[in-house]
């Protein structure tokens, strides 16, 4: 049974930096795509970032290109998303996600079939 297990949320403020973990087990397969999705309160749940992990490709959304980075670490079967100069509008829960589908940049916020509990980020002005 696929587990992922979010860590390191939490509150900072504006221009501040954190570090998103999450931890899977059970998912083991060959063709793997992970991601980050967040969601504010009143407002739907959107992609943030995703990565390819055979090819290493990887997705951002518009809003936090250039400041979010998603990475694997294979060895500990863990993903992470570094977050720098956040915003307020950046405050949400955050949900990791996985899937043995392969992903693509126009359809990997939608084939994510495994999701964590989310952790909460919330940025002060």
């Known amino acids: 049974q696929v587990q992922l297990v979010e860590s390191g949320g939490g509150s900072v403020q504006a221009g501040g930096s954190l570090r998103l973990s999450c931890a899977a087990s059970?998912?083991?397969?060959?063709?793997?795509?992970m991601g980050w999705f967040r969601q504010a309160p009143g407002k739907e749940r959107e992609g943030v970032a995703a990565?390819?992990?055979?090819?290493?490709?990887?997705w951002y959304a518009d809003s936090v290109k250039g400041r979010f980075v998603i990475s694997p670490d294979n060895t500990k079967n863990a993903l992470y998303l570094q977050m720098n100069s956040l915003k307020p509008e950046d405050t949400a829960m955050y949900y990791c996600?996985?899937?043995?589908?392969?992903?693509?940049?126009?359809?990997?916020?939608?084939?994510?079939?495994?999701w964590g509990k989310g952790i909460l980020v919330t940025i002060s002005s």
């Open positions: 990565i390819n992990i055979d090819s290493g490709s990887t």
């Open positions: 996600a996985a899937t043995t589908r392969s992903c693509h940049r126009n359809y990997w916020q939608y084939v994510m079939d495994y």
């Open positions: 059970g998912y083991t397969y060959s063709s793997r795509c």
